[in-house]
């Protein structure tokens, strides 16, 4: 068999976004935090950050195969890490918070995750939980600096130390990249590894016309849960296309949602039908269109 050879390279998810900090560089990210004000940048800044982020991980001593840990909500700092982390070539396991103790516990032990990077208000589950996380070494806050829990290593703070370019290396695209667990199911959870191939290649159907139909013109709200199935793909779906992405953070109520769909000119957003059913209630409640 004779191999082709054009464009032979495997297929990397930092790709997505080195490819939209230069196709779309000015289109803007925004996102809500943990009791911060609204954050604005943009493509052009993120990949800078995201590279910030993959010197502070490898400062820490990780190396390519190691997994680590996010419980942490739809914000521009956990989308960071949706690169960082798989670029060079860790694999992040998205740990749900919904889930009740022990099988948290379970999920971070079994994934032998070694750094877990927590929303500012999940510590008080982290400290229910963190005596009996056996193989985390270290644990972050994704906080600025003014809001760094006592105790702990702020994000902002580490990465700021950082450079803002990273030599992000080359490997097999069927290397693992994303590692989710089943809820809800009998037994302990089962754990589900994505690979860069199938990331990029579900992130570019899903952008499809006959799919989602993305475009730079949207402005994408992601009310799926980063943690849930990678937010069933958004990242990426919607960084292919140089979206606009507006991140709600943990505040999916319909007052909201409603006012960062008027503010920021939201076009597309997905969610559990809890989430809309609680939103068309509140317009109706309102109304509001």
Not at 84 to 90: H, I
Not at 93 to 110: E, K, V
Not at 235 to 264: H, R, T, Y
């Amino acid at each position: 068999m004779l191999p082709g050879l054009m464009q032979d390279r495997p297929l990397a998810i930092i790709d997505i976004l080195r490819y939209a900090a230069t196709a779309h560089a000015t289109q803007e990210i925004v996102s809500k935090n943990v009791d911060e004000p609204i954050w604005r940048s943009n493509y052009a800044g993120t990949i800078k950050r995201v590279a910030q982020a993959a010197n502070m991980l490898a400062a820490t001593g990780l190396k390519a195969g190691d997994r680590i840990a996010t419980l942490a909500w739809n914000t521009h700092r956990h989308f960071e890490l949706f690169y960082a982390a798989p670029g060079m070539g860790l694999v992040l396991h998205t740990a749900n918070p919904r889930l009740p103790d022990d099988h948290l516990i379970y999920t971070i032990n079994h994934a032998e995750s070694r750094v877990l990077l927590i929303d500012r208000n999940m510590v008080d589950i982290v400290e229910r939980i963190k005596g009996q996380l056996t193989t985390v070494e270290k644990i972050i806050t994704l906080t600025d600096n003014a809001r760094t829990p006592a105790g702990y290593e702020g994000y902002e703070e580490l990465i700021a130390k950082q450079a803002d370019s990273f030599a992000w290396p080359s490997f097999d695209e069927n290397t693992a990249a994303f590692l989710c667990y089943t809820s809800g199911t009998t037994g302990d959870p089962k754990g589900v590894l994505y690979s860069h191939r199938a990331v990029v290649l579900h992130g570019f159907a899903a952008g499809l016309s006959g799919a989602l139909g993305f475009s730079a013109f949207d402005v994408v709200m992601p009310c799926q849960s980063l943690y849930h199935a990678t937010a069933w793909g958004l990242p990426f779906a919607g960084a292919i296309n140089g979206v606009k992405f507006v991140f709600p953070c943990d505040k999916f109520d319909g007052a909201s949602l409603q006012a960062l769909i008027e503010s920021e000119g939201v076009t597309f957003s997905g969610g559990v039908p809890t989430i809309w059913t609680m939103y068309l209630d509140h317009l109706e409640r309102t109304g509001g269109s």
